[in-house]
């Protein structure tokens, strides 16, 4: 096979190609051309094909995708072992003791944001739990002193039927039938409140009037109400609250009960007091509980069922408001504030 090149001067090869195709004649099949290594005096590189180019590239990408697939795994694995810790936790909390906590982690990172919202609903669980334990309890001890009342005056005037005043026993079993349905309603009531049902704008003056005129009232109501002071709720609700603070104020005043319907800034207030003796500091969180006991002052032999100041906060906060006792020299006072609109 014939070669054809020329040295330059700083001794590099150039192929003239133009040359070698008028010298010549063009062949029937591929010409190859060749430059002598030890003409050059220097070493050729081989360059590699496209194809071998090719795998070469994939199997750094598969090699590079494999690595980061491992790096995020135990990344991910790192990140997410306090979630497994919590959920470990929180199940077992859930099975055994609803006073147990997860775990928080150092820092304020979604975990630990997470860990803290976690415990803080199990801390409303365990109150909601113990809540309702202290109330199946109550509520089952106080159905059951009219149960028994009744039971034994019903035993005694049978044994002794000729000693029996037949009309005071009538008097007395209706007393404790109408104590008894009046535990179960508002034990329903108390039941029924924060469930969907429709809200409608109440005007608390209207309401006010309302009541009043289908009251017998055993003390003199005066009113101080303004007006357009209106709140968006359930008006049976609000009503039964507005009764309920009626009945107490009325039961422990001495002359005269005073309601007081105004506007603070964004707020409707409700105020009902009375000229009775004022509520102890220490009791105007505990008045509110579930059948809640105080003084002898305030025993259940006044009437009432131990829940309509529980239900008037129950309602209060369902309707994004609050119910507290004030200070009111020489007075009662309770007040109701809610959201106007």
């Excluded at 775990?103 to 919202?117: F, I, N, Y």
Aim: hydrophobic fraction near 45%.
């Amino acid at each position: 096979m014939s070669r054809l090149w020329a040295r330059s001067p700083r001794g590099r090869v150039t192929v003239i190609a133009s040359a070698v195709a008028a010298l010549v004649p063009t062949p029937s099949a591929p010409v190859g051309v060749a430059v002598d290594r030890a003409a050059t005096g220097r070493r050729t590189r081989s360059v590699p094909s496209a194809k071998t180019m090719k795998v070469i590239v994939l199997a750094h990408l598969t090699a590079f995708a494999a690595l980061a697939g491992w790096a995020g795994w135990v990344a991910t694995g790192r990140a997410l072992r306090p979630v497994a810790t919590m959920r470990s936790e929180l199940d077992d909390a859930n099975a055994r003791d609803l006073s147990r906590r997860v775990t928080q982690p150092p820092g304020d990172d979604e975990v630990a944001r997470l860990a803290r919202s976690v415990n803080a609903t199990l801390a409303r669980v365990e109150r909601a739990a113990l809540q309702q334990r202290q109330f199946a309890s109550d509520a089952s001890h106080e159905l059951r002193t009219p149960v028994a009342g009744l039971r034994a005056q019903l035993e005694t005037a049978q044994l002794y039927p000729d000693d029996t005043d037949l009309q005071a026993l009538v008097r007395s079993a209706l007393r404790d039938t109408e104590r008894l349905e009046a535990i179960i309603d508002d034990l329903l009531l108390l039941a029924k409140i924060g469930t969907r049902v429709d809200v409608e704008r109440v005007e608390l003056s209207e309401l006010v009037r309302q009541e009043l005129a289908g009251r017998t009232d055993k003390l003199p109501v005066r009113v101080k109400l303004s007006r357009d002071v209106a709140v968006r709720g359930v008006r049976m609700q609000l009503g039964r609250v507005l009764a309920n603070l009626l009945d107490n104020a009325q039961r422990y005043g001495n002359s005269e009960v005073r309601v007081i319907v105004t506007r603070e800034g964004d707020q409707a207030v409700l105020a009902v007091e009375n000229d009775g003796a004022d509520i102890p500091l220490e009791d105007r969180e505990r008045i509110f509980d579930r059948f809640a006991r105080l003084d002898a002052a305030r025993s259940r032999d006044a009437g009432g069922t131990g829940l309509g100041l529980a239900i008037a906060r129950d309602v209060a906060i369902a309707h994004r408001g609050d119910i507290r006792v004030e200070d009111c020299p020489g007075c009662a006072r309770f007040v109701l504030r809610l959201p106007a609109g």
